[in-house]
């Protein structure tokens, strides 16, 4: 088990009810045979929309690149819609993929930079699955893995759906070490979103 990962997970686990936000309407479903939790804890957001989203990107996976939903199926115990401080995370102590709510929500983007987000995190589990015990160090090398994977997913899509996906995953293997794998300070980021609910519920 990474101890990047696992150190992730300590430092940053949201809360139940973050500051200024409704108590959670939480909803467990199952979507494309991956196990499904909303917990939304914003009365902005609409859980359905939010399940009509992942469930649009779990069908681009399973109709484009079906050996990674079914790689999903067997990694993980399933997928955790809340908010994060980051599109989405592998939890390795949970075998859980958490896809962040307000991603889900938005309405600006296609399906398919949500997708190609649950498949990068996919190859995490992958990683975990396999029994690979890496280290911080070695970091860079596995989040290339997985953004190399966004960019074959980009190419398989149509050409509209695609593009997004592909700009963003060569972009991120431009970087260097540092950047591709950049060190977070999840307090900060906690406390920036705690400020963004806090405004959306006034």
């Known amino acids: 088990m990474s101890g990047f ?26 979507l494309h045979g991956v196990p499904i939790e909303v917990i ?13 989203r992942l469930d649009e990107s779990l069908a681009l996976i399973a109709t484009y690149q079906p050996w990674r939903l079914a790689h999903l199926r067997r990694d993980i115990r399933g997928i955790r819609v809340e908010r994060f401080a980051c599109r989405g995370a592998f939890m390795p102590q949970e075998n859980t993929i958490i896809t962040e709510l307000t991603f889900l929500a938005r309405r600006d983007i296609t399906a398919a930079p949500v997708a190609s987000s649950i498949l990068h995190e996919g190859v995490h589990a992958r990683v975990h699955a ?3 015990h890496r280290t911080e160090d070695q970091l860079p090398r596995e989040e290339r893995l997985c953004r190399r994977a966004e960019l074959a997913f980009g ?3 149509p050409p509209e759906l695609g593009a997004p996906v592909v700009e963003r995953a060569l972009a991120s293997l431009s970087l260097g070490d540092r950047d591709v794998a950049p060190i977070v300070d999840w307090q900060e980021a906690q406390r920036r979103q ?3 609910d806090r405004d959306a519920s006034r």
């Open 194 to 196: 705690d400020a963004v």
């Open 130 to 132: 396999m029994g690979i």
């Open 5 to 30: 990962l696992d150190r992730l997970a300590t430092m940053f686990r949201p809360s139940a009810t973050p500051a200024g936000a409704r108590a959670p309407d939480t909803v467990r479903t199952t």
């Open 155 to 157: 190419y398989a899509l």
């Open 40 to 52: 939304n804890t914003r009365a902005d957001i609409a859980t359905a929309d939010v399940l009509a």
